[in-house]
C-alpha cells in the first residue's frame, strides 16, 4: 500500500465516510467530435469507460443529464470542449489508469491527433478529495477556475504535465 493509498485508508477509517479523489479535466477539441478523425476514439470510448470501472481504485464517473456521445460537454457556450469528472480511491490508481499501458494511456499519448495542445501555465485539470457523493459538474468547474486563479495548494491539485 503506497502512501496515498494509506492515507486515503485513514480518512476513511478517522471519518467513518468515504473520502475520494474528485478530478475534473477540459481539452479542447481540434475539430468538431463529428468529424472523421474522431471515428477511432468513438469506437474506443465504450472500451475506455468499461476498462476504468475494472480498474482498482475507480469509484465513478459523472455522466450527465445528456451525455448521448459519452463525453461531458462542460461548457454549453462552447461546443469544442470536452471534458471528464471522475472519482478516484488514489492519485496513484487513477494515474495508473489515465497514463498507463490500456486504453486510455494510449489514447493519452496520441492526444495531439484529437486535442490542441495545452496552454501553458493553465490548468486543465484538478483534483480534491471530498467525501463520496454525488457528482457535481458546477462546482467541478468551480473548483478548475479557482486552481486556475489561486494555483496548487492541499485543497486544489492536478496533474503537471
Known amino acids: 500500500m503506497g502512501y496515498a493509498d494509506w492515507l486515503s485508508w485513514l480518512r476513511n477509517k478517522v471519518y467513518g465516510r468515504m473520502i475520494v479523489l474528485y478530478q475534473f479535466n477540459v481539452a479542447r477539441m481540434r475539430e468538431p467530435y463529428t468529424a472523421k478523425v474522431w471515428n477511432n476514439w468513438?469506437?474506443?470510448?465504450?472500451?475506455v469507460h468499461l476498462q476504468a470501472m475494472a480498474h482498482p481504485g475507480y469509484v465513478g464517473r459523472y455522466e450527465g443529464e445528456h451525455c448521448p456521445l459519452g463525453y461531458i460537454a462542460p461548457y454549453p457556450d462552447d461546443e469544442l470542449v470536452m471534458g471528464n469528472l471522475s472519482a478516484w480511491a488514489s492519485r496513484p490508481q487513477l494515474e495508473s489508469f489515465t497514463f498507463g499501458p490500456g486504453t486510455h494511456g494510449r489514447l493519452m499519448r496520441h492526444r495531439d491527433?484529437?486535442?490542441?495542445?495545452?496552454?501553458?501555465?493553465e490548468a486543465f485539470n484538478v483534483m480534491w478529495w471530498q467525501p463520496a457523493g454525488k457528482f457535481d459538474l458546477e462546482f467541478a468547474k468551480e473548483q478548475l477556475a479557482r486552481l486556475r486563479l489561486v494555483g496548487p495548494n492541499h485543497q486544489l491539485f492536478g496533474f503537471v504535465l
Open 42 to 47: 468513438r469506437k474506443l470510448l465504450p472500451l
Open 113 to 121: 491527433k484529437w486535442f490542441e495542445p495545452w496552454t501553458e501555465g
